[in-house]
């Protein structure tokens, strides 16, 4: 009964955003957007960078990916705030990942594969503003090779004093990008470097610099998130102390 | 009925019914791992509507890459045909938004998890929903 | 312009919280006194900064990445989001002050709470001065993502659970919030509230009232508004004691404004103060009912905190110069006397075993000082004359009596006698019951001691010379009154 009641709750709602969003003029023929428009216009001109999403991203709306950059942060503390447990606890439950080795196939191929994995999220932060992609996508790469190692071996843990370097420097190397801008007369997160020519790796100013900061902090913060939540084990007889 | 009309039904109805498919798990589902999988199936739904929103007809990819440069010549010439990259940029924003919901709301159910010991929300109400 | 931007109060708490780690290994107690300097660095800069707009009637614009209002995203510190930051960097450096030393809890877990509280304080911040609507949104999620981890803090207690519940109808208002902006997008193109407002009568009617009500649910929630703030009580009693004054003073005025600002500055519909109006009534009353039915002090304080609420919606609701003055003044104090109540409020609870308003009787013996701040801050709520509370609760009155709304008027006079009921009968229990147990409370420590004397000594000076904020509410009430001033300010136009 109650699910009744959901499900026409959700129908009705449904139908009704459907013809919302029906009535929106879709599929013209070039960008009907005000903002859409200048930013096209205006990234290869004066920002000379070819991916106007990565411009959008870093320079005109960088301040939402910094806020971006802050939400994983807040993610990564959180999950350790929440997931945390004192030491004592921690060594005495011993915890293990998997109770089953990987085959060996995969640990050789893992072996053979992770140089590579990594290789290529460096290559798709590094090249954000020229081709698809940035500092999240490489960042999410590099953190997938992560994941890999994670699962293929056992033993294999992550190590979370550098981890935490990474992050915290990445991070405020952003934000320091950002605060130089006004240091130097300009204002917060404005390029203050030569901005080169289109569709050279060198190109757009402090907007490579940063999409690099991101790439690294996304790799580091989400290679925490993995080895948090997989060093979890839940044994069914734990009692923690219950203050 | 023309190419365009079908595209917009099609893309428009898929991304609501996501967005409704994962409302509903979170309204009637009782375990807590479909509730959060119910959250990102929501998040995926609308950020579909929002790329949809970008669409324009023959579009490319808003990049000035030297393929583009050099069959179109002139960047305003490029500008022309390429897709809105607001709603891009914006949905980078929202999907890595939606990651760290979910993965806060994972770690929250492995606590209650530890706590209770069952992921079914009926059994874990101490306090009042 | 290097010493004094606004732009300082977010980059600069996201600088510190991300290096915040690194700072801990240089040496421990640096997690703790770095929040603290940076705090003292607001609360100095958010005086001087309203004091120079109040004086040249200058607002500070700050455009980001160098592009103009429309093309980028800008930061407005005018009258009256000056004076919201203002009393936010207030509350920061007391909320700071008093969790210095809240209780001994083991570094790892201090230096995340430092790091959640920098960012929290940081978003409400940034949800009040963005001046862009998707921005408005990544703040929303940057305070909702911190609430989350803050209220799921303490192991042990049902943290997880009522952090479950505050995630899950937080993501509902952020994917309303979402869609909301998308419809806008897609009808003007623009992300820029003033720009926005300049041309919300462009958009087809049907798809703005869709996109109002989005935007307004999605705020709504945040600000803990009638049919959706069932996460709000449990996250107050489950999060740490300084924690709820959090939630009371920033999170929830945040949505709060946002919520104003919609309002009286995007749209522009007649209807929208009718719609506030019977929203808040309805919170106030559902509220301060639910209210006087609560056995734990905690749970009390935050259905009083959401009836305030309600209160503060109906004000503005008026839509007019004294209504918004009382709406603004009553914002202020609410911060100001709930932060207070939660700050004594936890050490009582703290010292009773069950958290039961019942197990508190005689603590006016036991703990002297705390029980006589959370009486003094009773009695502010309530709107007793030597308070800040009573000057709020009488603009408001006058504001309601110049719309001629007698039974208004008699409605808050008698919800305003259920909350003397309940707010007494907790006072009574302080003083006038028998300590049941003679062991040993724990006291507050001298910082949290010196927190909470500060607040109650504003609160009592406020309440004894009103005239020190007035000047400034009636700068900041004319402002978010005047929707051309505003897109003039951020556009320039």
Do not use: C
């Not at chain 2, 996501?18 to 807590?32: M, P, S």
């Not at chain 3, 006397?337 to 069950?354: C, D, G, R, T």
Request: no cysteine; aromatic share 14%; glycine share 8%.
């Amino acid at each position: 009964m109650k699910k009744l009641i959901a499900l026409i709750f959700v129908l009705y709602i449904g139908v009704e955003m459907f013809f919302v969003f029906y009535q929106i003029p879709f599929g013209m023929d070039r960008v009907q957007s005000k903002v859409g428009k200048f930013y096209l216009e205006h990234s290869p001109k004066d920002l000379k960078v070819a991916n106007a999403v990565t411009s959008i991203v870093v320079n005109f709306r960088g301040f939402d990916t910094l806020g971006e950059v802050t939400v994983l942060f807040i993610a990564t503390t959180a999950l350790g705030s929440i997931l945390f447990r004192s030491r004592k606890v921690h060594n005495r439950l011993n915890s293990k990942r998997t109770s089953v080795e990987a085959s060996m196939i995969v640990q050789v191929a893992g072996r053979f594969l992770v140089p590579l994995i990594v290789l290529l999220g460096a290559y798709v932060f590094i090249h954000g503003h020229l081709t698809p992609g940035g500092g999240f996508q490489g960042g999410v790469i590099i953190a997938t090779g992560v994941l890999f190692l994670l699962l293929a071996y056992r033993q294999f843990s992550v190590n979370h004093e550098p981890i935490t370097w990474i992050e915290s420097l990445a991070g405020a190397t952003f934000a320091g990008l950002g605060l130089t801008g006004i240091f130097v007369g300009k204002t917060f997160l404005e390029n203050f470097l030569g901005t080169g020519k289109l569709n050279d790796l060198l190109s757009g100013g402090i907007i490579p610099l940063i999409y690099i900061a991101v790439g690294f902090k996304v790799a580091a913060e989400l290679t925490g998130i993995l080895d948090t939540i997989l060093s979890i084990s839940v044994p069914v007889e734990e009692t923690e102390n219950q203050n | 009925m023309d190419n365009i009309l079908i595209l917009k039904i099609a893309f428009i109805g898929a991304s609501i019914t996501l967005l409704f498919i994962g409302l509903y798990a979170v309204l009637t589902k009782r375990n807590l791992i479909k509730i959060v999988l119910g959250l990102s199936i929501m998040d995926n739904g609308l950020n579909l509507l929002f790329i949809t929103m970008g669409f324009v007809k023959h579009g490319t990819a808003p990049i000035f890459s030297p393929l583009v440069m050099e069959k179109l010549k002139t960047v305003d010439a490029a500008a022309q045909v390429m897709v809105d990259p607001v709603v891009q940029a914006l949905v980078l924003t929202a999907i890595v938004i939606g990651f760290g919901v979910t993965a806060v709301a994972l770690a929250l159910v492995l606590r209650l998890y530890r706590h209770h010991n069952t992921t079914n929300i009926d059994e874990i109400r101490n306090l009042k929903w | 312009m290097v010493a004094v931007n606004p732009i300082y109060y977010i980059a600069l708490p996201l600088f510190f919280a991300f290096l915040l780690p690194l700072f801990g290994k240089i040496h421990k107690e640096l997690i703790r006194i770095v929040p603290g300097l940076l705090y003292a660095y607001f609360l100095g800069m958010s005086f001087y900064m309203l004091r120079h707009v109040f004086v040249t009637g200058q607002p500070y614009i700050v455009e980001i990445a160098g592009w103009k209002a429309p093309w980028g995203i800008n930061l407005v510190f005018d009258a009256f989001t000056g004076l919201i930051i203002t009393f936010i960097s207030v509350l920061a450096f007391l909320v700071w002050l008093y969790s210095y030393r809240f209780k001994k809890v083991e570094f790892d877990n201090a230096l995340k709470y430092f790091v959640l509280l920098m960012l929290v304080t940081a978003g409400s911040m940034g949800i009040v001065m963005t001046g862009d609507i998707f921005n408005q949104f990544v703040f929303l999620e940057i305070t909702g993502l911190s609430s989350y981890g803050l209220t799921a803090y303490y192991r042990g207690r049902d943290g997880a659970e009522a952090a479950f519940k505050y995630l899950l109808i937080g993501s509902l208002a952020s994917t309303f919030v979402l869609m909301g902006i998308l419809l806008i997008y897609t009808q003007l193109g623009t992300l820029n509230m003033a720009d926005i407002a300049r041309n919300i009568h462009l958009m087809k009617p049907s798809l703005k009232i869709a996109a109002f009500l989005l935007l307004f649910m999605g705020f709504g929630i945040e600000a803990e508004m009638f049919p959706m703030n069932g996460w709000a009580p449990d996250a107050y009693s489950q999060a740490p004691g300084p924690i709820g004054a959090v939630f009371a003073s920033m999170t929830s005025k945040a949505g709060l404004y946002a919520l104003i600002r919609l309002t009286f500055t995007i749209f522009d519909f007649s209807s929208v103060s009718k719609l506030l109006f019977i929203m808040g009534l309805l919170t106030l009353l559902f509220a301060e009912g639910i209210a006087l039915r609560q056995e734990k002090i905690k749970r009390m304080l935050a259905y009083s905190s959401i009836g305030q609420i309600g209160l503060i919606m109906v004000a503005f609701s008026f839509n007019t110069y004294l209504g918004v003055f009382a709406g603004i003044f009553l914002m202020i104090n609410h911060a100001l006397i709930k932060s207070l109540l939660f700050f004594s409020a936890s050490y009582l609870a703290y010292n009773s075993p069950k958290k039961y308003i019942k197990d508190i009787q005689g603590f006016g013996k036991v703990m002297p000082i705390t029980s006589f701040l959370f009486a003094l801050g009773a009695f502010a709520i309530i709107g007793f004359p030597p308070f800040s509370g009573f000057w709020s609760k009488f603009y408001f009155l006058l504001a309601a009596a110049q719309k001629h709304y007698i039974v208004l008027i008699v409605l808050i006079l008698s919800v305003s006698l259920v909350e003397l009921v309940y707010y007494l009968r907790v006072v009574h229990k302080l003083y006038f019951a028998k300590p049941t147990g003679d062991y040993e409370p724990h006291s507050p420590n001298w910082n949290g001691m010196l927190a909470m004397i500060l607040l109650a000594l504003v609160i009592i000076a406020i309440g004894v010379y009103p005239d020190l904020v007035t000047h400034y509410i009636d700068k900041a009430a004319v402002m978010i009154m005047d929707k051309a001033q505003y897109i003039h300010n951020s556009l320039g136009i």
